[in-house]
């Protein structure tokens, strides 16, 4: 089965009680027993649901893999992997990451004695440096939130020994571009909330493994903890993922469109999107992704504030944090998704004040470009 078929079929059987076409929202807590124990696989829905299993088995599908774990928010998949650890052990992280993933791990999780070294992934002499025998998990996105640096999934797996698991973060390349497991690594982590459930209207994650014992430790963190998403917004989640394929082709027709513009306009200082030539790892994007995905990052030559007023001015680019929805969004990262990040650390990793990120969405590109060439002539 193909990888849109997957998305469409994959978990989406008909009701076996109705014949329902479409999964429903099964908007209950509990299920009733005709026994102590005697039940039809359901006890109670912190523990299991019918959509929310429909949803884990439609989203391992598109991963090619065999279990995902579904939860509340990206955060909260993000946080399930994390404990896999324990005190003592040791994280190699890349230093450039979305804001509240660096702020579970240097503001949360250290303070459970989990050591974490932030480094380039990029170079495979900087990870192999970094390792220590405690090395237990190697953390990285890729392309990167908000740089859009690219890591080398399988130089980390060669990198990396066989006792540290490697967890990708795939939201901003989504399945339909990019799949970690088949590159070498152990857990793929989504933030749903993305491009996966792509209209902007429910929060989510997901960790996908083909692990067995990983995917054992991971549910029994699932209902332990209880970061679970609900019925209703695991089934918008459902519902969005049916046309991850046909998004993201637009997506990123239009990405492509937006950063070519960009960098050939004199206002703009730099432009970073995987898909252009002049990217420092376009070659390795190619050869690692099916695509480059929806992101745009790039800094005007302005000051600070002006650039703020830019990200306000458009008219079809939202001010919102947030990406991979069908609408267009623009972030000003250091005031907004990496605020969390100290700004000393968040400069030295090249989130500069001056730094605009676009969510590039799908609408007609024809007025997108108007938007952004009737903004930058304001300038
Ligand atoms: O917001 P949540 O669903 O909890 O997902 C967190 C998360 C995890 N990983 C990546 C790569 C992310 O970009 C995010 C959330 N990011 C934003 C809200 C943002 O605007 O960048």
Redesign the pocket.
Same mark, same amino acid.
Request: proline share 3%.
């Given at each position: 089965m193909r990888f849109s078929t997957r998305a469409i079929h994959v978990g989406q059987e008909a009701d076996p009680t109705t014949g329902a076409t479409i999964v429903p929202i099964y908007q209950t807590s509990t299920y009733t027993q005709e026994a102590v124990g005697r039940h039809k696989g359901f006890d109670y829905s912190r523990t299991v649901n019918p959509t929310r299993v429909a949803l884990e088995r439609q989203l391992a599908a598109l991963e090619n893999a065999e279990y995902g774990s579904a939860f509340g928010?990206?955060?909260?998949a993000?946080s399930a992997v994390l404990n896999l650890l324990s005190a003592g052990d040791h994280v190699v992280a890349s230093d450039d990451?979305?804001g509240? *993933?660096y702020r579970l791990f240097s503001r949360v999780l250290s303070r459970y004695a989990i050591d974490f070294t932030y480094i380039d992934l990029s170079d495979s002499d900087e990870l192999r440096a970094a390792l220590r025998p405690q090395t237990r998990l190697v953390w990285l996105?890729t392309p990167t939130?908000?740089l859009l640096k690219i890591v080398d999934i399988a130089a980390v797996r060669a990198a990396a020994p066989r006792s540290a698991l490697i967890a990708v973060?795939n *939201?901003?390349a989504t399945p339909y571009f990019q799949q970690p497991l088949a590159l070498g690594a152990d857990i793929v982590?989504h933030?749903?909330?993305?491009y996966i459930g792509g209209h902007s209207d429910a929060?989510?994650?997901i960790a996908i493994t083909n692990d067995a014992a990983v995917h054992e430790q991971i549910k029994f963190h699932q209902n332990s903890v209880g970061g679970v998403p609900g019925p209703f917004d695991a089934w918008l989640v459902m519902r969005g993922a049916k046309t991850l394929a046909l998004r993201m082709q637009q997506h990123e027709r239009n990405a492509l469109a937006v950063a070519q513009y960009l960098e050939k306009h004199p206002k703009v200082e730099r432009v970073s999107y995987p898909g252009l030539p002049a990217h420092p790892q376009h070659v390795l994007a190619k050869r690692q992704m099916r695509g480059f995905g929806g992101i745009v990052s790039f800094t005007l030559r302005v000051p600070e504030e002006r650039a703020m007023a830019f990200a306000a001015g458009l008219r079809y680019f939202s001010l919102a944090?947030?990406?991979g929805g069908v609408e267009s969004l623009i972030?000003h990262p250091a005031r907004? *998704?990496h605020a969390s990040m100290p700004k000393e650390d968040r400069e030295r990793r090249g989130v500069t004040d001056g730094l605009l990120r676009l969510s590039v969405g799908i609408e007609d590109i024809e007025d997108l470009l108007e938007d952004l060439q009737a903004a930058l002539d304001r300038f």
């Open positions: 928010s990206g955060m909260a993000t990451m979305y509240g *993933t996105e939130n908000p973060d *939201t901003f982590v933030s749903t909330t993305k929060v989510g994650g944090e947030s990406l972030c907004m *998704t």
